[in-house]
C-alpha cells in the first residue's frame, strides 16, 4: 500500500482549514451583542427618602453572553453594579439605587469590612458591556447624575463574644454567648452563627433600651436551642457573623471566633429497680433523735456532662436544717439529690451532691474547678436526716426523693420519687425493726 505524498497531505489541510474559515464567516452570529440599553432616570438621590432613590437599567442581551454593568467617574475610576455575569438571550430590567462593589476611599477609617456601598456623588458615563462566546465585545453607553446621596457607611463601632468558649449543656456555666453590637447610624443587624460548612443559624436580637434598627448599641444572645429542649450545634469551631446594612442597601460586615465544646441536652434520672425499692429507707419508724438513712442511683443517660456540687454523700442533716447550712447554697445549673417530707417548710430542704471528688469528672472553666457525672455514668447517692420533730397530726409522715437541675427544673419522672411512710416514735417506745 501506498502512503501519500507530504504536498498531498499539505493540500488536503489547507482545503479543510479553508473550508472551516469559510464556515465560521458564514455561521458567525452578526449584529451587535446588546441591543435596547436605556436608563429610565438620568438623575438619582439615593437617600432613602423615596423620591428619585432608584432608576431603572433596560437592555436586550441577543445571544449567551458575559455581561458587566458599571459607572465610570470623571476622574476614570470604575464602580462595579454587575460584573462578569453570565446572561442567556433576553430582555433585562433591573434597579439601580447606587449600590455598587465595595471601594475604599483615601483617609477614611472604616472598622467593619465594607460588602457594597453607594457610589460617591457626582457625574458618571454608565456602560452595560457584553461579550459573547465568539468574543465579540459591545457596549452600551450613557450619563447618570448622583447627588444627595447618605453615603455614611453603616460601620460596626464595638463588637464583642462572650464567652469565646460556648458550653450549652445547662451547667449554669458558660451557657449563653452574650453578642454587643454597637451601629454608627441606622441599621438592620443579621446576626449567625456559622459552621465550616457554611451553614447559618439566626441568632436574634434581645429586647431592650433601643428597638431594632436604631442607631447605638444592640445586644444578642444564643443559647445553643437548649432552652426549648433542641440539641446545640456540634461542637467545633464556629464563625460569629454581623452585617449591618443600613436603608441605602450598604452593607458592613464583622466577624469573630467561637468555640462550642461539651455540648448538649442534660438528661439524668434516679435509676428505677427492677426488684425493691428505688429509695432504700433505712427504717419506717425511727426513734426521735435518731437517723433516717437512705440510698439510690443516678444514671447520666444524656450525651452532656452534668454539673453537680455539695455536700458529698454520706451527709448527715439535722430535720431542721437546710442544705444552705452546709456551706452549698443553690447553684444554677447544678444537680443535687434531695429528701422532702410532708411537714417540711420548704421543698426539698435536704440536699446532696451526685458523688464525691474522687468519682466525679474535674473540668476547669472560668479559674475554678468543676465536678460533672459524665455522660453514661451512675453514681450512688446516701445520707441521714435526724429526725426530732413529731408532729402528732401528721405521724407517719411522707418521705421522697427528687433529683432538682438547681434553678431549672425538676423533670417529672424525677419529682416525689418512691414515697415512703416513715413514723417518728417517742424513745420510750418500741420501733420497729429496721428491714
Same mark, same amino acid.
Given at each position: 500500500?501506498?502512503? !501519500? ?6 493540500? %488536503? ?84 439605587? $447606587? +449600590? ?11 472598622? @467593619? ?5 453607594? +457610589? ?46 460556648? /458550653?450549652? =449543656?445547662?451547667?449554669? +456555666? ?19 452563627? +456559622? ?15 433601643? %428597638?431594632?434598627?436604631?442607631? $447605638? ?7 445553643? @436551642?437548649?432552652?426549648? $429542649? ?5 461542637? @467545633?469551631?464556629?464563625?460569629?457573623? &454581623? ?6 442597601? !450598604?452593607?458592613? !460586615?464583622?466577624?469573630?471566633?467561637? /468555640? ?9 434520672? &434516679? ?6 425499692? /428505688? ?38 442533716? #439535722? ?27 420548704? =421543698?426539698?430542704?435536704?440536699?446532696? @451532691? ?29 445520707? $441521714?436526716?435526724?429526725?426530732? =420533730? ?23 419522672? =424525677?419529682?416525689?420519687? #418512691? ?8 424513745? /420510750? %417506745?418500741? %420501733?420497729?425493726?429496721?428491714?
Amino acid at each position: 500500500m501506498r502512503l !501519500q505524498s507530504t504536498p498531498t497531505i499539505l493540500f %488536503a489541510t489547507a482545503i479543510l482549514a479553508a473550508i472551516l474559515a469559510v464556515g465560521y464567516l458564514v455561521t458567525r452570529p452578526t449584529g451587535s451583542v446588546i441591543t435596547d440599553a436605556t436608563i429610565g432616570s438620568a438623575a438619582i438621590t439615593p437617600n432613602a427618602d423615596h423620591n428619585g432613590d432608584a432608576t431603572t437599567i433596560h437592555y436586550r442581551v441577543r445571544r449567551e453572553s458575559t455581561v458587566s454593568v458599571y459607572l465610570e467617574g470623571e476622574d476614570g475610576q470604575r464602580y462595579y453594579f454587575r460584573r462578569d455575569e453570565s446572561r442567556s438571550p433576553g430582555v433585562y430590567d433591573v434597579l439601580f439605587s $447606587g +449600590i455598587v462593589e465595595p471601594f475604599e476611599i483615601t483617609g477614611e477609617n472604616v472598622k @467593619g469590612a465594607v460588602l457594597q456601598r453607594l +457610589i460617591p456623588n457626582g457625574e458618571y458615563t454608565w456602560v452595560i458591556e457584553a461579550t459573547d462566546t465568539y468574543g465579540k465585545t459591545d457596549q452600551a453607553t450613557g450619563t447618570l447624575e448622583v447627588a444627595d446621596a447618605d453615603t455614611d457607611l453603616p460601620d460596626i463601632l464595638e463588637f464583642s463574644v462572650a464567652p469565646q468558649t460556648f /458550653t450549652p =449543656n445547662q451547667d449554669g +456555666i458558660d451557657d449563653r454567648v452574650k453578642i454587643n453590637v454597637y451601629s454608627a447610624k441606622p441599621a438592620t443587624l443579621l446576626v449567625y452563627l +456559622i459552621d465550616e460548612a457554611g451553614h447559618r443559624i439566626f441568632i436574634p436580637e434581645f429586647e431592650g433600651e433601643r %428597638a431594632p434598627g436604631e442607631e $447605638g448599641r444592640h445586644s444578642f444572645e444564643y443559647d445553643g @436551642g437548649i432552652d426549648n $429542649g433542641s440539641d446545640p450545634p456540634p461542637d @467545633g469551631t464556629y464563625q460569629v457573623e &454581623v452585617v449591618a446594612q443600613d436603608a441605602e442597601g !450598604q452593607k458592613v !460586615q464583622v466577624n469573630s471566633q467561637l /468555640t462550642i465544646k461539651d455540648g448538649g441536652v442534660p438528661l439524668a434520672d &434516679v435509676l428505677a429497680q427492677p426488684v425493691g425499692d /428505688t429509695v432504700r429507707f433505712s427504717a419506717e419508724s425511727v426513734i426521735v433523735d435518731d437517723v433516717l438513712l437512705f440510698e439510690l442511683t443516678v444514671e447520666n443517660y444524656g450525651n452532656a456532662p452534668i454539673r453537680t456540687t455539695g455536700p458529698e454523700p454520706g451527709y448527715i442533716y #439535722d430535720q431542721d436544717d437546710v442544705f444552705g447550712v452546709t456551706g452549698f447554697f443553690v447553684e444554677s445549673g447544678a444537680w443535687r439529690i434531695a429528701i422532702d417530707c410532708d411537714t417540711c417548710l420548704r =421543698n426539698y430542704p435536704w440536699r446532696w @451532691g451526685l458523688g464525691t471528688k474522687e468519682s466525679l469528672t474535674p473540668i476547669e472553666s472560668g479559674g475554678k474547678t468543676h465536678y460533672y457525672l459524665m455522660p453514661g455514668k451512675r453514681a450512688i447517692v446516701n445520707g $441521714g436526716i435526724r429526725l426530732h =420533730n413529731i408532729i402528732s397530726s401528721r405521724n407517719p409522715q411522707q418521705f421522697w426523693a427528687g433529683l432538682i437541675h438547681e434553678d431549672v427544673g425538676i423533670a417529672l419522672r =424525677n419529682d416525689f420519687v #418512691d414515697p415512703h411512710w416513715i413514723e417518728i416514735v417517742p424513745r /420510750t %417506745a418500741q %420501733a420497729a425493726p429496721t428491714p
